[in-house]
C-alpha cells in the first residue's frame, strides 16, 4: 500500500475526500475494488457505475451561539480509518483536510479526539487564521 503526502496522490489511487456538514464530517472514501466498463475503478461488475465505500471519517460537533459575536466552538471528537488503511498517511490527509475545511469558519477548535489532538500538537500552524 502506498504512502500517500497529499491528496492529489490518494485521488490517483481511487480515494476522495468530502465535506458531510449534514452528517457533521469529513468523510474519505474509497473507489470500489473492481473496475467499470471504462477501466476506471467502479463496482467491479462491469457497469461503470464508480462506487465508493466509505473507509474513514474525521466527525465534529458544533457548540456555542454561532453569532457573529460569538461563532462558537468546533470539537473534533472522533476520527476512524479502515485498519487496512493504517499507516498509509490517509489519515493524517483526512486530519488536515478537517482542520482547514470550511466547517471551522472563525470558530473556535478542541480536539477531544487523541488523533487529532496530536495531529494539531505536530502542525500548530493549522490553529492560526488572520
Known sequence: M???QNEEQAAADGFRFAHEPERSRYALYAADAGSGADGRPGTGDGSGTGAERLVGEAHYTLRGAGSTEDPGIIDFDHTVVAPALRGTGLSGLLARRALTGDAIGDRRVLASCWFIE????????LLERG
Open 2 to 4: 502506498s504512502r500517500y
Open 118 to 125: 496530536g495531529y494539531l500538537a505536530k502542525h500548530p500552524e
